[in-house]
């Protein structure tokens, strides 16, 4: 069973869910079970539970520590093209946005590598918009192979490919794959996502699960929080991360916690979420699931990202720019897929991390084969 066929199970669950009666007891149960199941998942997702937002704190930080220690993995991205077909309302890419559309040429590809692996970073991630003419597999089969030589690891998140499209990239040497699902309403999907290819939901929604049956290392997924009730999109998101760790125990899953930024189009979040709102999202999900990768992106301001290190994040990008060639080829005058409010350069945001008592990773696996 895919996926797309559990997650209309778990959508009536949730109309279960929301006519739960939650009480302390109940909260303090789920924190501290220790066995942790969809239901204490949602109970520490409820508004009751903002109230008790110290004690899932310490429980938390306590297991990030046993399954992760005190480390912090450090990547870029690095934006290959931003051509799309697509028309979704909320992003910068939007086919209908008169913006400059840019795409790297390989010898531009190597120059950006070259810059961002002179900072120490051996972890990047590479993007496109969607747009397989522009952005063809073979492009960028040939970007990675281009990248090898400077990075470790180089994961992607382009467009969603087949099984076929997937193992022939990671035999190129792309190790992981994020794909965030946007919003799991397939009914708010439609109505946000006009017209191009992501208008197939499930497609989208299953493209994790080619990831795992192609060999993927690393999965990662997430929702874009603001285009929906946040706690209900919080609670399927972990329930798509909780199925790929059940379903492909070998490979890495991770979840991204990215809230809607300002973007060309001007698009407002539906269903804003606060920093504390975000704080409650990323305990809950550390306490319900314990080896899942968590994600915070510079799309959050400095001193709200650093007050997260400790309490589940295990990834961080940092050196950040979200324009096409904008570490080396080109001027920032490019305003890029959306605004970012951490700018810091590698080096500073190490230097942090360092000083939290927490050690920023460069690279933490090494292949002999």
């Given at each position: 069973?895919?996926?797309?066929h559990?997650?209309s199970?778990?959508q ?6 929301q006519?739960l ?6 909260i303090?149960?789920?924190i501290?079970?220790g066995?942790y199941?969809?239901e ?5 997702l409820?508004p009751?539970a903002?109230?008790?937002?110290e004690?899932m ?10 399954h ?8 870029t ?6 051509y799309c077909?697509?028309r979704?309302v909320?992003c910068?890419?939007?086919?209908g946005?008169?913006i400059t ?9 190597e120059q950006?590598g ?18 397989p003419k522009h952005s063809?597999v073979?492009?960028i089969?040939r970007?990675v192979?281009?990248l090898r030589?400077y990075?470790s690891?180089i ?8 099984v076929?499209?997937?193992r022939?990239?990671?035999?190129a040497?792309i190790d992981?794959?994020?794909l965030f699902?946007e919003?799991?309403d397939?009914?708010v999907?439609?109505?946000l ?6 208008r197939?939901?499930r497609?989208?929604l ?5 990831v795992g049956k192609?060999?993927?290392r690393?999965?990662g997924?997430?929702?874009l929080?603001?285009?929906h009730n946040?706690?209900?999109e919080?609670f399927l998101?972990?329930m798509?991360a909780?199925?790929l760790?059940?379903?492909f125990?070998w490979a890495e899953?991770s979840?991204?916690l990215?809230?809607l930024?300002?973007e060309?189009?001007g698009?407002q ?5 606060s920093?504390?709102?975000l ?9 319900f699931?314990?080896?899942v990768g ?7 301001r400095?001193?709200f ?9 295990t990834?961080?990008s940092?050196g950040?720019?979200?324009a096409v060639?904008?570490?080396a080829v080109y001027?920032?005058?490019?305003p890029?897929?959306?605004q ?10 190490y230097r942090?991390i360092?000083?939290?008592?927490y ?6 696996w090494?292949?002999?084969?």
């Amino acid at each position: 069973m895919s996926f797309y066929h559990e997650l209309s199970m778990c959508q009536r669950e949730v109309a279960r869910l929301q006519q739960l009666e939650i009480t302390e007891a109940r909260i303090r149960q789920a924190i501290d079970s220790g066995s942790y199941h969809p239901e204490d998942y949602w109970v520490l997702l409820s508004p009751k539970a903002d109230d008790y937002l110290e004690m899932m704190a310490w429980k938390a930080r306590e297991l990030t520590l046993q399954h992760f220690g005190k480390t912090v993995q450090l990547f870029t991205p690095l934006y290959l093209s931003n051509y799309c077909i697509n028309r979704c309302v909320y992003c910068g890419y939007n086919a209908g946005h008169r913006i400059t559309r840019r795409k790297l040429t390989f010898s531009e590809v190597e120059q950006e590598g070259r810059v961002i692996a002179a900072t120490g970073l051996k972890h990047i991630l590479i993007l496109t918009g969607e747009s397989p003419k522009h952005s063809p597999v073979d492009y960028i089969k040939r970007c990675v192979t281009i990248l090898r030589p400077y990075f470790s690891s180089i994961s992607m998140e382009v467009y969603p490919l087949s099984v076929e499209d997937y193992r022939e990239l990671i035999e190129a040497g792309i190790d992981g794959v994020t794909l965030f699902q946007e919003v799991y309403d397939e009914t708010v999907y439609g109505q946000l996502h006009l017209a191009g290819p992501k208008r197939d939901f499930r497609f989208r929604l299953e493209a994790p699960e080619r990831v795992g049956k192609a060999g993927g290392r690393t999965i990662g997924i997430g929702a874009l929080l603001g285009l929906h009730n946040w706690r209900v999109e919080a609670f399927l998101t972990g329930m798509h991360a909780n199925f790929l760790q059940q379903n492909f125990p070998w490979a890495e899953v991770s979840v991204s916690l990215p809230r809607l930024c300002p973007e060309v189009g001007g698009f407002q979040p539906i269903s804003p979420v606060s920093e504390r709102q975000l704080v409650q999202i990323l305990l809950a999900l550390r306490i319900f699931l314990p080896r899942v990768g968590i994600t915070i992106s510079t799309r959050e301001r400095q001193g709200f990202r650093e007050h997260l290190i400790g309490l589940g994040v295990t990834k961080m990008s940092a050196g950040v720019s979200t324009a096409v060639g904008g570490h080396a080829v080109y001027s920032e005058d490019d305003p890029g897929q959306f605004q970012i409010a951490d700018r810091r350069s590698v080096a500073e945001i190490y230097r942090v991390i360092s000083e939290l008592g927490y050690k920023p990773i460069f690279k933490d696996w090494h292949d002999v084969g």
